[in-house]
């Protein structure tokens, strides 16, 4: 464990807002969190890699920053094994390892920034994949009782952005370990036609993809999209596709009819970026701050941003939306 006294929070989270942390607990192995019981009454906050967070004001309670790392196979079977990851490991870099070990499931979920731990809470998703879809265990630290406690999928009730870690069970307890069943040697690969990965795999003149070719195709979608955290600050995507009745849509779509959509059970989730752009703001700038120039729903960090502006200029986005097409648009990431 190691910690810090009033460091600034901008090399902590990829949008880089500039606020000061009073304490930063660093995690960094499995037996810390048991050194958590003398905090068990603090109102503490708990970061991964900090990539779905906006700060917005000073922190002045203790905040945990989770640096565990490690990978181990739990399990084998014939087409199948159960993998752990420490919640500190980088998700990108679990996928990559997945990929390369010809272990499928996840390459759809290429290049997503943030932790492992952090992957669970929000129900992490992209091109028709999303982490339910694959998880078989959450491994958790109860802040009250001091117990690491184990969640197996269901109870974990996941929904879109969602789960009961980010509901019912906000601020209970801290993610130590996910386990992740994917598959070998044949896999069951999903949704290449969602989104851009078909022209991008028909560009490379794949007809039969690899878990791999996948993986290649979504990294080079999200490079041509979203911009690079190290270059330009950012959360990713800032807001949540809405989720409409077919009411809605049908009436959308009769003024709209290229609008994007996608099958959502009895629903239709819409593109937030689009309905964004619809409204003028892809590539806006408004002082420091605005929305990248090649998506709408990537809001930005061009340097000195604070907090405030980058929700102010939300706002007027959610406003906006909300006057052209009747869709209150909400927020994805985390604001503090």
Known sequence: MVILNNISAASYTTFGTDVNIDTLISIEDSEDYYYLEDLATANYKVIGGGSNILCTQDISDPLLIINTVGKEIVKEGEDYLLVKFAAGESWHDAVMWAVENNYGGIENLSLIPGKCGAAPIQNIGAYGVEIKNVLHTVKAYDRK????????????????????????????????????????????????????ITKELEKQNITQPTIQDVSD???????????DPAKIGNAGSFFKNPIVDIDIYKRLSADYPD?????????????????????????????????????????????????????????????????????????????W
């Open 145 to 196: 009782s001091g117990v690491i406690k184990s969640f197996h999928n269901q109870e974990c009730h996941f929904g879109y952005r969602s789960s009961n870690f980010k509901t019912t069970w906000k601020d209970q307890y801290i993610i130590t370990d996910i386990i992740l069943r994917l598959t070998r040697p044949n896999h069951h690969i999903k949704n290449t036609s969602y989104g851009a």
């Open 217 to 227: 195709a979504v990294i080079r979608i999200r490079q041509s999209k979203l911009p």
């Open 259 to 335: 609008m994007p959509h996608y099958p959502a059970g009895s629903d239709v989730k819409l593109a937030a970026g689009w309905l964004i752009d619809q409204c003028g703001w892809k590539g806006k700038r408004v002082g420091n701050t605005g929305t990248y120039t090649n998506q709408a729903l990537v809001l930005v960090n061009h340097g000195n941003a604070t907090g405030h502006e980058v929700m102010e200029v939300a706002h007027d986005i959610i406003s906006d939306v909300n006057e052209k097409f009747g869709i209150e648009i909400e927020p994805e990431v985390n604001v």
